[in-house]
């Protein structure tokens, strides 16, 4: 028997995540998703997900809030986390997993800009299960 990755998309966009699950539901994967940061926290800890793709501009809380709560929290903190952002395209500055350790004092799995290419978020989550 296989077993199933979960994976919780938390995106504002509707549109990214039916993108995200189309994507990786097509590789195996069962996605679950979570509208704001708030939705995606409450998901993280009650679905105990393998992976968390996490948008970084989101109301009620942002992405870098909640994977600072997902990193503190004893029941998620070794969940891995990939951060999707487009503020480069918004103001011209992006931000990098060395940056992300240096500031929140842990950093994501993987760091990828929107728009997403679906071939890099494939590649992003198939490393991080280790799936060559």
Do not use: W
Request: hydrophobic content about 40%; overall charge negative.
């Amino acid at each position: 028997m296989v077993d199933t990755k979960k994976i919780l998309a938390v995106d504002d966009e509707p549109d990214c995540l039916e993108f995200i699950k189309a994507i990786l539901e097509l590789e195996g994967f069962d996605i679950i998703t979570a509208h704001n940061g708030e939705e995606g926290l409450k998901k993280a800890i009650s679905e105990q997900p393998d992976l968390v793709i996490l948008d970084v501009q989101m109301p009620k809380k942002d992405g870098f809030r909640v994977f600072h709560e997902i990193k503190q929290n004893e029941k998620t903190r070794d969940i891995p986390v990939i951060m999707l952002t487009g503020i480069r395209d918004k103001v011209g500055m992006g931000f990098s997993v060395d940056e992300m350790e240096e500031f929140m004092g842990a950093s994501p799995a993987e760091y990828i800009e929107k728009p997403i290419d679906p071939n890099k978020l494939k590649e992003a989550v198939k490393k991080i299960f280790k799936m060559e």
